[in-house]
């Protein structure tokens, strides 16, 4: 197998640098060494915040119209790009390069795009007043951003959170996850290429605890960070954050139901949930691990379900016909793999998958896992309740709508459901019962780029998308206009 070999570099005030130690970066489906990037210390995050806030005086002033055209720009050269941005994430990630070439890439460029014509078509408000006063409100950036993604969809969050930060006027220091550093680093060249001036966009690697992503956010020039990743990272970096009393914005774990009613489409559903299991490997954090099936279609579903998931093509994610790719690391695939074994100790039985896939070399060297479907499960059992992050999933049978709302709501997470019903008063009762910030009814992973996006509970803190990145990533002034 040939493999590439990207020699990945911080970017700092329009430069690409190479300092820190390197560490390897390895290829999620042989794990073989595919790369190696710098970790930016407090000295390399430094450089890059202080050239954010130099960028961001000029930044901040430069015409909405003007900061559009350049992001366009980007946004175009991503377009341009996407044969090579699909593989290089297929590197990063392990996913099927299928998914890649479907409709991935020109996603990540709309984030840009939609962003850049979000900021400068959007009015302001004015209330003129009945004393002949006028009320109106200014919305102007805060300044330098830290934005901090994790390994699972890295292209996806990188553009998602760069897209608003700099459309309204924000500078950027991004760091992306140790163990995909490469899709974002690329990304950062195109920025570059298409214009993006020096310092407007920084981009450092490095780790967490004590590395790159701690002296981000315990940096005093820092204004704001939008952080994406696990629940238990978001509470450190809030704590963080504090001491300079920073904006934050978190988009953390998830646990999602899958509820599927008697009177659901059952071919529909079978393919709705066969996404909401296994896309990205199940290492999604909207994904719907937990289906909950109505006990008049419970068998037959399960029977459809399980035919379908043993299907599923798992392996090489180069090969056009693969369809679940690799696990991110060894590490990652041992604490999924630990799962299977506490659903075994607690009695659930494993009825699809549950090992690693017999695969040939060199994909036997790979984070491999069969889609893994467990039944007879407990609400409170610990597979039923933790974000396993990978190919598992617990299918358990519900009697009413009732019964099914409350296991839904019983988890600590609320990022999102899916309901699969063709009842539509029950769709708009459950659109409202359900503790989740985005509730798809038929479907999964659609959304429009102007509704809130965020979670409920453990899932986050604020919403992002539209008027509300507006809010986020601006400060709000009100003017009073005397007569
Ligand atoms: P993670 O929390 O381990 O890491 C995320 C990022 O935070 C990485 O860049 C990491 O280096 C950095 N980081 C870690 N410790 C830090 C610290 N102390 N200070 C500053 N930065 C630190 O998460 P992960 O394992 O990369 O990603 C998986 C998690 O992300 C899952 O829980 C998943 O549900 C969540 N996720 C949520 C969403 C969402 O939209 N809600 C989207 C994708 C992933």
Redesign the pocket.
């Known amino acids: 197998m040939d493999y590439p070999f990207f020699h990945v570099s911080h970017y700092i005030d329009g430069q690409f640098v190479d300092r820190g130690p390197r560490f390897d970066i390895l290829y999620p489906a042989t794990n073989h060494v595919i790369g190696s990037a710098p970790e930016a210390g407090a000295a390399e995050v430094d450089a890059a915040v202080q050239a954010a806030a130099r960028a961001f005086r000029q930044w901040s002033r430069t015409p909405v119209a003007e900061r559009r055209l350049i992001l366009k720009r980007f946004a175009q050269l991503i377009r341009d790009h996407e044969a090579e941005l699909a593989a290089i994430e297929t590197w990063d990630v392990g996913r099927p390069i299928s998914e890649n070439r479907a409709g991935y890439i020109p996603r990540i460029a709309a984030n840009i795009e939609f962003f850049a014509d979000f900021a400068a078509t959007h009015g302001s408000e004015a209330y003129p007043m009945d004393n002949g006063y006028i009320n109106y409100v200014l919305r102007q950036p805060v300044g330098v951003a830290a934005l901090?993604?994790?390994?699972?969809?890295p292209l996806l969050?990188a553009t998602w959170k760069m897209g608003p930060a700099l459309a309204f006027g924000n500078t950027v220091v991004m760091?992306?996850?140790?163990?995909?550093p490469i899709g974002t680093w690329r990304l950062a060249q195109l920025a570059h290429e298409a214009g993006v001036p020096p310092g407007v966009i920084n981009v450092i690697h490095?780790?967490?605890?004590?590395?790159?992503?701690?002296f981000?956010?315990k940096h005093p020039d820092v204004k704001l960070i939008s952080?994406?990743?696990?629940?238990?990272?978001?509470k450190?970096?809030m704590a963080?954050a504090s001491s300079t009393l920073k904006r934050v914005s978190?988009?953390?774990?998830?646990k999602g139901a899958n509820l599927i009613f008697a009177d659901a489409d059952l071919d529909r559903a079978v393919a709705i949930s066969l996404r909401s299991s296994f896309f990205n490997q199940g290492?999604?954090?909207?994904a719907g691990p937990r289906l909950l099936v109505q006990r008049p279609i419970y068998d037959a579903f399960l029977e459809r379900f399980r035919a379908a998931a043993a299907n599923l093509t798992v392996g090489d994610p180069f090969a056009a016909s693969t369809k679940v790719g690799a696990l991110?690391s060894r590490e990652?695939h041992e604490r999924v793999s630990s799962y299977i074994a506490i659903a075994r100790d607690s009695g659930a039985r494993i009825i699809q998958g549950g090992t690693q896939p017999n695969l040939p070399s060199p994909f036997d060297q790979g984070n491999f896992l069969q889609p893994t479907i467990i039944v007879d499960v407990q609400p409170r059992d610990r597979v039923c309740q933790e974000?396993i992050?990978g190919p598992v999933v617990t299918v358990a049978p519900f009697d009413d709508e009732e019964e099914a709302i409350a296991i839904a709501n019983g988890v600590g997470y609320g990022?999102s459901a899916v309901v699969q019903t063709r009842d539509v008063g029950r769709a708009v009762r459950l659109g409202a019962a359900l503790e989740a910030?985005t509730i798809w009814i038929n479907d999964f992973f659609v959304r429009d780029l102007r509704v809130p996006?965020?979670?409920m509970k453990n899932?986050?803190i604020g919403r992002e998308g539209g008027h509300y990145s507006l809010e986020f990533y601006t400060e709000a002034k009100t003017i009073c206009l005397s007569n």
Request: with cysteine; glycine share 20%; charged share 15%.
């Open positions: 901090i993604a994790p390994w699972n969809i969050q760091k992306p996850a140790e163990l995909t490095g780790f967490g605890p004590n590395s790159a992503g701690e981000l956010t952080f994406t990743g696990e629940t238990t990272t978001g450190i970096i963080a978190f988009e953390l774990g998830g290492e999604f954090c909207l991110i990652h974000e992050f990022l910030g996006f965020g979670g899932s986050g």
